[in-house]
């Protein structure tokens, strides 16, 4: 069964451009990451939100275990105004198939 994640990264205000290229710079990495099916950065008022899917628990779990990932977050540690924040998700499907959750 899938995993959806979503992480949500709060540079401080004058360090959001450095926190940005350092997840850019790491996702080429993650994407080719066993079970990783989608790894997607998106970015709105002073935040970075990565949005996730992996292939079940044991892909996200070798993903937060994994170089890539702790590189990135030692790299990015003082430049955050607060700690990373990660939601492991289920899907609720509703409504249209299509539209009603990330598949």
């Known amino acids: 069964m899938t995993v959806t994640v979503v992480a949500t990264i709060t540079p401080k205000p004058d360090r959001l451009d ?3 290229e350092a997840f850019v710079q790491a996702i080429p990495a993650v ?3 066993t079970g990783c099916e989608l790894y997607a950065l998106h970015e709105g008022g002073g935040v970075l939100v990565m949005v996730e899917r992996w292939s079940d628990g044991d892909a ?3 993903h937060g275990a994994g170089e890539t990932f ?3 977050s030692e790299s990015v540690k003082d430049d955050l105004a607060e700690p990373l924040k ?3 998700l289920q899907a609720v499907p509703a409504g249209d198939d299509a539209k009603g959750a990330l598949s």
């Open 18 to 20: 450095a926190v940005r």
């Open 31 to 33: 994407h080719e990451e």
């Open 60 to 62: 996200l779990e070798a």
């Open 70 to 72: 702790n590189r990135l």
């Open 86 to 88: 990660v939601h492991v």
